[in-house]
């Protein structure tokens, strides 16, 4: 009965959005974002904090070079960046490769012509904070204003549809 009580209060606070501080766990609505600084493939530094400042739309890519469902996502990415990066979108692909890995991130961004910005998480401190369940893909996209406005973990054929839409409606 207590345990029953207490799901029910924790139910409560997530809807009405109490539960929105600056932690390090992810979730959409989330008032105030972790910032972080990672370096893309070619040595350059992105930081979090200066694409919120230039109210630009980020979607959070993470995933890794030996996923399968990451990699039949990337095309449909690369188009979505393509499409949308004239009006605001920025996509950061995070990838959650390991030490034993991580060595082929960059030849797979230059083989298949990836143009928006892949880093690596080396550390994966990153992953933790805004992808506590490590899955991969798992993607976070954050609206104008700094706010989680939707998480989708994994990838099947047709998902972007579903994510061309929230990203139009956020644009």
């Known amino acids: 009965m207590l345990r029953d ?14 539960a929105t501080t600056g932690s390090a766990s992810s979730g959409a609505g989330r ?37 399968g469902p990451c990699m039949a996502e990337m095309p449909q990415l690369e188009r979505l960046y393509e499409t949308y990066k004239d009006r605001g979108l920025v996509v950061l692909g995070i990838s959650m490769d390991d030490p034993t890995t991580m060595g082929t991130v960059a030849s797979y961004v230059h083989r298949n012509g990836l143009t928006f910005p892949v880093m690596i998480d080396m550390d994966s401190r990153v992953t933790s904070i805004y992808n506590s369940t490590r899955s ?23 998902d972007e ?11």
Do not use: N
């Open 136 to 158: 991969a893909p798992y993607g976070v996209l954050i609206d104008r204003s700094g706010k989680i406005v939707d998480e989708h973990p994994g990838y099947s054929p047709g």
């Open 31 to 67: 008032s105030t974002l972790a910032d972080f600084g990672l370096s893309d493939v070619s040595g350059r530094e992105i930081r979090l904090s200066e694409l919120v400042a230039k109210q630009q739309m980020i979607y959070l890519d993470f995933w890794a070079t030996w996923c």
């Open 5 to 18: 009580w207490a799901h029910a209060l924790c139910i409560a606070v997530a809807l009405t959005g109490c």
């Open 161 to 171: 549809t579903g994510l061309e839409a929230k990203i139009k409606e956020h644009l």
